[in-house]
């Protein structure tokens, strides 16, 4: 925690959190009004956040309309509680990210979509031409909290910060000015989420890798490339047990071409 909140991770946090811009939360409170607000209250925040005792707010629903058709929800934290989810991610980061398959592509600094497509068409010149390709149906919103919490703790030790993570995920959502209760999933919009996504799904990568077959991963997408479609058809019955079994991610859309 002590890394999270030294000043040169806070400022940085700021930084980012400032050049995204963004909606105001519940709270309505504009981003260019927060150095204010923190400049009278932070010695009071961060001294709550070192004693584990900071509650983040609920966030707010809205619904963003989708390039495919429909809308996604999108969840909108205070700018308090993004700068802090956001101060969080850089320290966590670095400690996971290494870790992290060579076959995960998104959310990783220096690795973007374009990265995944090569590594693909680097397997389809190998010989894997039948691609599993994979979408796990609303991923976000059927996380299983106990589930990303014991990989997060893989790693991290520091129960305020244990504690802080899980706060935010059951921070709730207020909707039409309801709070409605999240005791699953992880709300898009938050800055910590990208990560939080990677370090649930990097089991996924690794028991891929096990089975010595050639993938790419960008968030909740994923191919899986291999030579038949008999073996396609076996991969995608495995896999969704994995899935299913390990990280109790039931839905997912899948076929082999």
């Known amino acids: 925690m002590e890394r999270i909140l030294s000043r040169s991770n806070m400022l940085k946090a700021w930084e980012r959190v400032k050049a995204n811009k963004g909606a105001p939360?519940?709270?309505?409170?504009?981003?260019?009004d927060f150095m204010a607000y923190a400049r009278e209250h932070?010695?009071?925040i961060r001294a709550s956040l070192l004693a584990g005792t900071y509650q983040p707010m609920p966030v707010k629903r809205v619904e963003i309309p989708k390039a495919t058709g429909g809308t996604r929800p999108l969840g909108i934290p205070i700018v308090l509680d993004r700068l802090i989810q956001q101060a969080i991610a850089q320290v966590l980061y670095h400690i996971f990210d290494p870790h992290f398959s060579e076959s995960s592509f998104g959310f990783r600094a220096g690795r973007s979509a374009h990265d995944a497509v090569y590594q693909v068409r680097d397997s389809i010149r190998k010989g894997y031409r039948v691609a599993v390709d994979a979408d796990l149906s609303k991923f976000f919103d059927t996380v299983d909290h106990d589930i990303l919490m014991c990989r997060?703790?893989?790693?991290?030790?520091?129960?305020r910060v244990l504690r802080l993570i899980g706060r935010y995920l059951r921070a709730g959502v207020m909707v039409d000015g309801r709070r409605m209760d999240t005791r699953k999933g992880v709300p898009q919009g938050g800055p910590l989420s990208p990560l939080l996504a990677n370090i649930l799904l990097d089991d996924l990568?690794?028991?891929?890798?096990?089975?010595?077959?050639?993938?790419?991963?960008?968030?909740?997408?994923?191919?899986?490339?291999?030579?038949?479609?008999?073996?396609?058809?076996?991969?995608?019955?495995?896999i969704s047990r994995f899935l299913g079994h390990r990280l109790k991610l039931t839905s997912i859309r899948k076929r082999a071409r």
């Open 25 to 32: 939360g519940m709270d309505n409170m504009p981003i260019n």
């Open 42 to 44: 932070w010695d009071a």
């Open 152 to 159: 997060v703790a893989r790693r991290i030790r520091d129960k």
């Open 205 to 238: 990568d690794k028991e891929l890798e096990r089975r010595g077959h050639r993938f790419a991963r960008y968030a909740d997408d994923f191919v899986i490339m291999v030579k038949s479609q008999r073996a396609g058809r076996r991969v995608m019955a495995s």
